[in-house]
């Protein structure tokens, strides 16, 4: 508003005495100041004056104490009063019975609201929920994972899982003691639980002291404590058995040396041996009483003749030592009658592999077995025999699908060698074949889908040692528990346990790191395991895929040898000047092994990786398939090709370790006596410990006795809403009741429903047990469950049982193997034994094991049954050929008998020092005087010591005319 308007405003409130004194001065001051103002207030007061008169009232007011008696004579009833005061009495008593109904539905309100303003459901379950995971984190449990021997020479290492009581991963400070059988502390360590998991390490001279882990995790006030029995595997060294010579005639001096070393960090042992000789036509053993008992530096050595009497049949050399993995362990060497020999010294044919006279073939997939509902991956290897040839073309097909070319397939020298990827159906059979002729197999293998957990796909097969293995699992079937394993099949080098979950399929990537010291080849298993139900294992592992890794040594020898040349004259003199050197390229003080020997004028058809080195790492751990019969001499430049040693190794099979008697006993049995099972172990190759049952015990104990105190206060609001209930509706009763005698019928209309509503809600207070609102929701930490068991699982596990079960009938009874057996055998007469295949885990591995032919083509056998496998096996019935000849009782591989051959000529052992030692500067002079014959010889100079090996092979050219020099890698 303007000025004008607030001044008239202000003159009103003036009129009307609205103003204070003081506001009021002022203004009267300024109205007589102001002539316009004065004129303009006159007018106002007298506007207000003359409405004040309008609207005085001028009529009498009206009599409200006689309308009030007139209303009372009309409210009276008819009969005649005997008593004046009767009628007020009834109003009183009637208003009053009225004022108590109306309390009491307003009971029966505040009773049905009761629950709904003092307990919220939703909130009350959120709150108890975070009590409950409040006294969740109030209490710890602890789960050990770790190998159940302990490899010795190696740091061993166990996963330390802490959950709370809700199987959540919580951080805690974790300590951790390894004990004596004393008690007595060997190691201690302290380290952080990220995300819950935790490693606790034993160094590798520690291991063999320990015979307990203590572990407490601490998260604030809140502590857990478990432990876990723990044992070392003895400390027992592997033997290489080495001669002088590849074969020799009767009559000859045959020096051999055993080197003694560890099997995992390649330090040379000390061990007590004996060495043991006998020939194939003989099956007596013999002790060879002039050889060295003991080992110096890792090397016991010894000679010994051969009878010149004895007709020529192999030659064994055998070590026997109970201080020694491979206890009993063999050598052959070929004996000859005659200087004329055979072309090749023919290796052991392998696992998974078929030798026909044009091609060579293997396949098998990534794993051992064909797994339905995942990719797989299946290799194969295909070598023409006649050098030269290209290799055939080599297919998948199934019944239901068209053949299907190799996703990645390349070509070294003769072999082509490639990969399938593919995702199998169940019980669905997969053929790979090769066609050497268009549109026709001339070799085959078939291959069964399981229903398995998972199969395994190593991403890294050929790696460093320092390099942790990455594997990814292929889950097939959810809810398991799944190990990778590796080691050996002595000692476990690495592992890792997990729950797959409820997700499938599913491919889960997967570290395992080794340690740097183990080298060499090494096996990796996957198994299902099976816990009780206190969550410790108990029940052997179904072993369900597995293969071969290599790791290349990161510490190793670097040799070297000056004044060797290329050609030599017959008798000349050589000075050879040996140099060793450790992976930095210092001098490095090491054993030497040093053997020259003259080679046949031709090359052996089968090669593999020569000396120490080769042997340790490679050969004396791995069956190579047939395929692989051509491999660098040195180790290292096959490591060099990573991608075609991996594929060598996915085809290969693992060498199981044989177990004989010692001593007396051995003296007393036959070479046939000797052919013994492979040690199996009744124990799982991982223990798993846990006190989770104990802490969920006291945890639900904890949790039942807050349910119990949050019942209680929904009892005590049920309760008190009951009650209030029946009061109200009862007092209501009674107030209707009392309406419904002073007012009579004509007044039912209000008295009745509210006296129906009071018996229906008494009735209803005192029968009914829980009023109509939501209970209290349980918490969902309060059953603690690992994972949930979908549907889907449980039907792939139901079907996992059918599916063996129907497979197995289809398998061929023994007469139908043998009558096989015996069509084979006469339509493969000039073929080669077909050899023992790696068997697969599960029943259904039978069918896996089953080749079908065409034209012949050879069946696999499977002639090492291994761990975790049936007894009753179907190959195992074919390792005896149908022709009743026995499978070879030697433990050591098989070397073919020599043929004659006019154009050969037998190797002859030129230099052999079994035990040499370099200076401090690793260096070493070794005179030597070539032979008169002139030929190829060859160099082999093996180093260990400190954890290291390492192998040189040179060649030299003796006499003339010169020949051009063979092309070899170890002289590049």
């Avoid at 007595?184 to 034993?202: D, S």
């Avoid at 006030?221 to 432990?227: Q, R």
């Avoid at 990645?408 to 593919?422: D, S, W």
Wanted: net charge negative; proline share 7%.
């Amino acid at each position: 508003m303007d000025n004008r308007e607030q001044l008239q405003q202000q003159m009103l409130e003036l009129i009307y005495g609205l103003l204070s004194d003081q506001e009021s001065a002022e203004l009267v001051e300024r109205i007589s100041s102001d002539g316009q103002l004065a004129r303009e207030y006159a007018e106002l007061k007298e506007r207000t004056e003359l409405l004040a008169e309008v609207t005085k009232a001028t009529s009498p007011l009206p009599n409200y104490d006689q309308w009030k008696r007139k209303a009372d004579e009309h409210d009276q009833p008819m009969p005649s009063r005997t008593v004046g005061t009767r009628p007020s009495r009834s109003r009183w008593v009637t208003r009053s019975l009225q004022v108590v109904s109306g309390l009491a539905a307003c009971l029966l309100i505040a009773a049905l609201a009761y629950p709904k303003l003092t307990w919220n459901s939703q909130q009350q379950t959120l709150a108890l929920q975070q009590q409950s995971q409040s006294l969740a984190d109030d209490y710890l449990s602890l789960s050990i994972t770790g190998p159940s021997l302990m490899a010795t020479e190696v740091r061993n290492e166990f996963l330390v899982s802490v959950e709370n009581a809700a199987n959540q991963p919580v951080d805690a400070q974790v300590e951790y003691w390894f004990k004596s059988p004393a008690n007595e502390t060997v190691y201690y360590g302290l380290t952080e639980a990220k995300n819950g998991q935790v490693v606790c390490q034993i160094p590798a001279d520690e291991v063999s002291s320990a015979a307990k882990l203590e572990v407490i995790a601490k998260r604030g006030d809140v502590e857990s404590t478990l432990g876990l029995a723990v044992k070392a595997a003895p400390p027992k060294p592997v033997a290489i058995l080495q001669t002088d010579r590849t074969a020799a005639q009767p009559g000859e001096t045959v020096n051999f040396r055993a080197v003694v070393i560890d099997p995992q960090n390649q330090q040379d042992r000390s061990a007590n041996v004996d060495f043991l000789w006998s020939m194939q036509n003989n099956p007596t053993l013999n002790r060879i009483a002039s050889a060295e008992r003991s080992t110096l530096k890792g090397v016991a050595q010894g000679q010994m003749t051969i009878p010149a009497t004895e007709p020529p049949e192999n030659l064994e050399l055998t070590i026997e030592s109970v201080e020694l993995q491979n206890n009993l362990f063999q050598r052959e060497v070929p004996v000859i009658s005659n200087r004329p020999l055979a072309a090749a010294y023919a290796a052991p044919k392998k696992a998974y592999a078929y030798d026909t006279k044009k091609t060579r073939f293997a396949a098998k997939p990534e794993g051992g077995n064909l797994v339905a509902g995942v990719e797989n991956q299946l290799y194969y290897s295909n070598q023409v025999a006649v050098p030269g040839d290209t290799p055939a073309r080599t297919q998948i097909r199934s019944a239901d699908d068209q053949a299907q070319v190799p996703s990645k397939q390349q070509q070294e020298k003769e072999t082509a060698f490639g990969v399938f990827n593919f995702v199998p159906q169940s019980a669905e059979e997969y053929t790979v074949e090769v066609l050497e002729e268009p549109k026709q197999a001339d070799l085959q293998q078939s291959f069964v889908a399981q229903k398995l957990p998972a199969t395994l796909r190593i991403n890294n097969g050929v790696a460093p040692a320092n390099e942790p293995l990455e594997i990814d699992v292929r889950v097939a079937i959810p809810n398991t528990t799944m190990a990778l394993i590796a080691g050996d099949d002595y000692a476990t080098i690495g592992h890792n346990v997990w729950d797959v979950g409820v997700n499938a399929p599913i491919t889960q990537p997967v570290k395992l790191n080794l340690p740097t010291e183990a080298t060499g080849a090494q096996r990796v298993r996957l198994y299902s395991l099976q816990f009780d139900e206190t969550g410790n294992s108990q029940q052997m592992p179904e072993l369900i895929a597995e293969r071969i890794v290599y790791r290349i040594p990161v510490q190793r020898y670097k040799l070297d040898v000056q004044g060797l040349p290329s050609q030599a004259s017959p008798g000349e003199q050589l000075s050879l000047q040996v140099a060793v050197k450790d992976e930095y390229n210092h001098p490095a003080q090491a054993t030497l092994g040093v053997q020259m020997e003259r080679l046949p004028a031709e090359a052996p058809a089968t090669q593999l990786p020569l000396g120490l080195e080769g042997e340790f790492l490679l050969n004396q751990r791995v069956a190579l398939p047939s395929t692989a019969n051509n491999l660098p001499e040195d180790v290292r430049q096959l490591e060099q090709d990573r991608d075609y040693f991996d594929q060598v190794l996915v085809l290969s099979d693992w060498k199981n370790e044989t177990a004989a008697p010692t001593g007396g006993q051995l003296m007393a049995m036959s070479r046939d006596n000797l052919a013994m099972e492979s040690v199996e172990t009744n124990e799982p190759p991982v223990v798993r410990r846990t006190n989770r049952k104990s802490i969920q015990s006291k945890y639900q104990q904890a949790l039942a006795v807050i349910h119990q105190q949050w019942q209680a206060r929904l009892d005590d609001v049920h309760t008190t809403s009951r009650w209030m209930l029946v009061g109200g509706a009862g007092i209501l009763a009674v107030g209707l009741i009392g309406l419904a005698v002073v007012q009579g019928r004509r007044k039912m209309a209000v008295w009745l429903p509210g006296l129906v509503v009071a018996f229906g809600s008494i009735l209803w207070g005192l029968f009914s047990a829980s009023l109509s609102f939501d209970s209290l929701a349980p918490s969902a930490s309060s059953s603690p469950q690992m994972v949930a068991v979908s549907e889907e699982a449980k039907s792939q596990q139901t079907e996992l049982a059918a599916g063996r079960s129907a497979v197995a009938d289809t398998l061929p009874s023994s007469d139908d193997a043998a009558l096989r057996d015996r069509q084979w055998t006469e339509s493969n007469a000039d073929a080669p034994p077909p050899q023992p295949q790696l068997r697969s885990a599960g029943p259904t591995s039978e069918i896996m094991n089953l080749e079908r032919s065409l034209g012949g083509a050879a069946r696999s056998r499977n002639a090492n049954p291994a761990p975790f496998e049936a007894a009753d096996r179907y190959s195992g019935m074919e390792n005896q050929s149908a022709a009743g000849s026995p499978a070879p009782k030697s433990m050591a591989a098989t070397i073919s008998p020599l043929e004659a051959q006019p154009k050969q000529t037998a190797p002859q052992s030129v230099l052999w020092q079994p035990r040499l030692t370099t200076n401090a500067n690793g260096e070493v002079n070794l005179p030597v005087t070539l032979p008169a014959t002139p030929g190829r010889y060859r160099l082999v100079i093996d180093a260990h010591g400190s954890g290291r090996l390492g192998t040189l092979v040179r060649y030299i050219e003796v006499g003339s005319p010169p020949v051009s020099e063979p092309a070899s890698p170890a002289n590049d």
